[in-house]
């Protein structure tokens, strides 16, 4: 019952929030224009990211209260990961593209900040002989950054369909959520109903058809605020078994987006030169429509987290 006030509180914020952020951005045109490769209706408010970050973070201050510290640095990384999403939405609203590397070296940085704060992926342990494995300090660092960065990333770009990116983070979040109660890690639990309200508030106006876009500064930020769950979370535990729970919670736009990679660097593209080869825009050419292409998605990634929650289940 602890939980289920967080999560009433922060959707009813979201919730009540959106609608005014959604005048605003109509009235100060920071908006999505169509485009060849993106089919919406009209122009849609790219605010979202915003209800998101002012939902989250006023329920992780006041009903998370155990290590304030890292809380700060939590906040201040995340903050710089949705104002760089911002500056790209506002590219994005008058038609032109923010180049990629301020936001490559944003990105690092701030998984840089989070590892500082001293969440880090630390080692596992042996499964043959029980044994714990402490990586190297240096092994610690590049893992949990190319973990931070990399979820944060395949989010975002699995944010081009009404409904897809929020549900497929929902998904996700009430498995961390579950994987938490079950690990008795309360921190991580709070964490994960947060996230859990936000993304029900947003979805609200983000199914299809669409009232509103989450834009970069909230598909990056749910991002990486789902990869510090899992380093915080399922990854704390020494089994090899806890490896795999956070991956096949993410299933769905980890391995999507390591085949858009893969194809795109087969054919000799820009790996960050966006396209259409993300398995939405694949089920949408093949005839699914919008609603069935994101229930068929979001069925995959239910899938994948029931499997983790019933292998964890049988191991604990």
Request: net charge positive.
């Amino acid at each position: 019952m602890q939980y289920i006030k967080p999560l009433v509180a922060t959707f009813l914020i979201v919730y009540f929030v959106m609608p005014m952020l959604m005048k605003l951005a109509n009235k100060l045109e920071f908006t999505d224009k169509p485009t060849e490769r993106k089919k919406h209706r009209g122009e849609i408010p790219l605010c979202g990211g915003f209800g998101i970050y002012i939902g989250f973070f006023i329920m992780y201050f006041i009903f998370m209260k155990e290590n304030r510290s890292e809380q700060i640095w939590i906040f201040i990384a995340a903050t710089l990961i949705f104002l760089i999403g911002i500056v790209d939405d506002f590219y994005k609203a008058k038609g032109k593209e923010f180049p990629i590397y301020p936001r490559l070296i944003i990105q690092i940085l701030a998984a840089i900040l989070v590892f500082k704060s001293g969440i880090v992926f630390e080692g596992f342990a042996n499964p043959f002989t029980g044994q714990y494995v402490l990586l190297s300090g240096g092994v610690q660092f590049v893992l949990t950054i190319i973990w931070i960065f990399g979820v944060t990333t395949v989010i975002n770009w699995s944010d081009g369909m009404d409904g897809l990116a929020g549900g497929i983070s929902l998904v996700s979040s009430i498995t961390f959520f579950i994987v938490a109660i079950i690990l008795g890690q309360g921190e991580s639990a709070m964490f994960s109903i947060i996230l859990s309200g936000t993304m029900i508030g947003f979805l609200m106006y983000n199914r299809h058809p669409a009232k509103i876009f989450m834009g970069d500064s909230g598909a990056n930020l749910i991002g990486f605020l789902l990869s510090i769950i899992a380093i915080d979370g399922a990854f704390k535990q020494t089994t090899v078994l806890s490896l795999f729970i956070p991956i096949l919670a993410l299933a769905v736009p980890i391995f999507d987006n390591l085949f858009v990679i893969v194809k795109r660097f087969w054919e000799g593209k820009p790996v960050y030169e966006a396209d259409r080869s993300q398995i939405h825009y694949r089920l949408e050419e093949k005839g699914f429509s919008i609603n069935q292409t994101v229930s068929f998605i979001i069925g995959i990634s239910v899938i994948f987290s029931t499997i983790s929650i019933i292998l964890l289940l049988i191991k604990h």
